[in-house]
């Protein structure tokens, strides 16, 4: 049994997490899902966290279920949906929920549903070894964790096909140029280059950031029409925080703004 398939590092102002089956690769067991469910609760909980940076130990990222969970005797039906239902979906829905945004720093191979968990955060940086892979078709199954709705809207229809029927692998620069992903960087940058990143909203207007959030999100089904309503209303409740007001008294005064973070929200 894992002593501890989810680590958390609490630094100034985000939290680092990091799935911890190496031997693994940091595949999904029960265990590790609702370990790594716990620690997003207890991020959520601290309002002195204003964004989480996800990352897997060893060679790899999270190469999606771990299959010997899945391994059917003969005679035997493997009975699938509940897994996706009680862990996967809560899961993606979390990630882009959370009122803060989330970090991954892809350190290797993220496969299966450990690659839509990676697409599903909100900045997605990844070494240049690492790569992206559809493995479900390889096993028979379809894309989860929200790949089939993430893949098209980032790739295009052409290549989501093609990635996910044919699983081959998209290697991290590739991803970049195909604007899968935010940014490739060498590997030896990765966690700093994401650390950072982390720092910058950390001290930022968070509260102005889960409304961009909502704002990205809610643009993948409305008409324009309703995504120009949408804007009025968040800007409404932007201008309404008092990191508006700072924000552009620090601009007038040429000095960095004191932003309130998660507590007068
Ligand atoms: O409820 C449900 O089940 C539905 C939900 C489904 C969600 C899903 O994610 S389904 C997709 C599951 N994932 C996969 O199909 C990926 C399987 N893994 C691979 O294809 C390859 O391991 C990789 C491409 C990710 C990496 O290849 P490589 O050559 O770098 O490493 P490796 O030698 O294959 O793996 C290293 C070890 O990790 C190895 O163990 P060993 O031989 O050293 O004892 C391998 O068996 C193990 N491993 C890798 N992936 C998994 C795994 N063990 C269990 N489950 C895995 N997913």
């Avoid at 894992?2 to 680092?16: A, I, N, S, T």
């Avoid at 979906?89 to 350190?107: G, M």
């Amino acid at each position: 049994m894992d002593e501890q398939p989810v680590l958390v590092d609490k630094r100034e102002g985000f939290r680092v997490i990091t799935l911890n089956r190496p031997q693994r690769l940091n595949a999904f067991t029960e265990a590790m899902h609702l370990a790594l469910k716990a620690a997003i609760a207890e991020a959520e909980a601290d309002t002195d966290c204003r964004a989480l940076l996800l990352t897997g130990a060893g060679r790899a990222f999270c190469a999606g279920q771990d299959l010997n969970d899945r391994l059917a005797r003969p005679g035997e039906k493997i009975v699938l949906g509940q897994t996706l239902e009680d862990h996967y979906n809560p899961l993606i829905r979390k990630l882009r929920s959370l009122p803060f945004p989330v970090v991954c720093a892809v350190n290797g191979t993220a496969a299966g549903a450990g690659a839509n968990i990676a697409l599903a955060c909100d900045i997605v940086v990844a070494a240049k070894s690492a790569s992206f892979l559809q493995a479900f078709a390889k096993i028979g199954l379809v894309p989860d964790s929200g790949g089939t709705y993430v893949l098209p809207r980032l790739v295009g229809m052409a290549r989501a096909r093609a990635l996910s029927l044919l699983a081959e692998p998209v290697p991290a620069e590739k991803a970049e140029a195909w604007g899968m992903i935010w940014k490739c960087v060498p590997d030896t940058e990765l966690i700093e280059t994401a650390g950072n990143i982390c720092n910058l909203f950390a001290s930022g207007p968070t509260y102005g950031y889960s409304l961009i959030k909502r704002a990205l999100d809610a643009s993948m089904q409305n008409t324009l029409d309703q995504q120009l309503d949408l804007e009025r209303d968040l800007q409404r409740e932007a201008g309404n925080h008092p990191d508006y007001a700072e924000g552009v008294r620090a601009f007038m005064e040429k000095r960095s703004p004191k932003f309130t973070g998660r507590k007068s929200s």
